[in-house]
């Protein structure tokens, strides 16, 4: 099945340091989604993102389908920023979509 | 307009037992799929229901079955419990089955087995 590896696997940063999450992803997609999910185990879906760029206040997020691989933006980063982020993905298929296949996430701590 | 709510939060069970997992979707979504993620670990895709019939099924036994109900909502079963099957179970909803929407989560069941 596909492959999904997200990088890297752990951040620490000062508050309001920007950042980069990388995703990279072995076989075209019908679709990819990044989510959060707080220290409390709650996940939540952050974007909806195939192809293209989107925002969404501090952060925003790129997908190159071509390359196979998607980028998080999280700019000023706060406390509440920490967390496990994780891209997501569901490959073409000709049944249903999202049965999505997680990456390993990235767990992202924000000092104060 | 409610999220997704999934019931019990905690649960204990002995291996061999069985247990039911309830998940409500978000209002307009008609289709539900259920996630385990072990601790350290993202998510892994259980099934997806959508018009009360199982459409996709991910790497798991027979003993992982599920239910769609008329009103959207549905349940995952775990019979014959293993030690292994200690994990946060997630489900999640959707507007479309052809994932053309974005997943939304609910906060999950913490099921412990002992």
């Known amino acids: 099945g596909i492959q999904v590896e997200q990088s890297p696997p752990d951040l620490i940063l000062q508050e309001g340091a920007n950042s980069t999450l990388r995703c990279n992803f072995s076989?075209?997609?019908?679709?990819l989604q990044w989510f959060h999910q707080n220290p409390w185990g709650q996940l939540i879906n952050l974007f909806y993102?195939?192809?293209g760029t989107k925002q969404n206040g501090r952060l925003s997020a790129t997908t190159v389908a071509t390359e196979r691989y998607s980028l998080l933006y999280i700019s000023s980063s706060q406390t509440t920023d920490s967390g496990v982020y994780f891209c997501a993905v569901d490959p073409p298929r000709e049944a249903a979509g999202n049965k999505l296949t997680f990456g390993g996430g990235t767990r992202v701590l924000v000092k104060p | 307009d409610a999220g997704v709510t999934q019931s019990p939060t905690h649960l204990i069970k002995t291996r061999g037992q069985q247990v039911t997992l309830r998940c409500s979707p978000k209002s307009g979504h008609d289709t539900v799929s259920w996630y385990q993620q072990a601790l350290g670990q993202g998510p892994q895709f259980i099934f997806q229901?959508?018009?009360?019939?199982?459409?996709q099924r991910g790497n798991f036994p027979d003993r992982f079955s599920g239910h769609q109900f008329p009103n959207y909502s549905s349940e995952l079963n775990v019979n014959a419990l293993l030690l292994g099957d200690s994990a946060l179970y997630l489900c999640a909803s959707s507007k479309y089955p052809g994932g053309n929407s974005p997943l939304h989560f609910g906060n999950g069941t913490r099921l412990t087995v002992t």
């Open positions: 229901y959508y018009e009360e019939e199982e459409r």
């Open positions: 076989d075209s997609v019908n679709n």
């Open positions: 993102i195939p192809s």
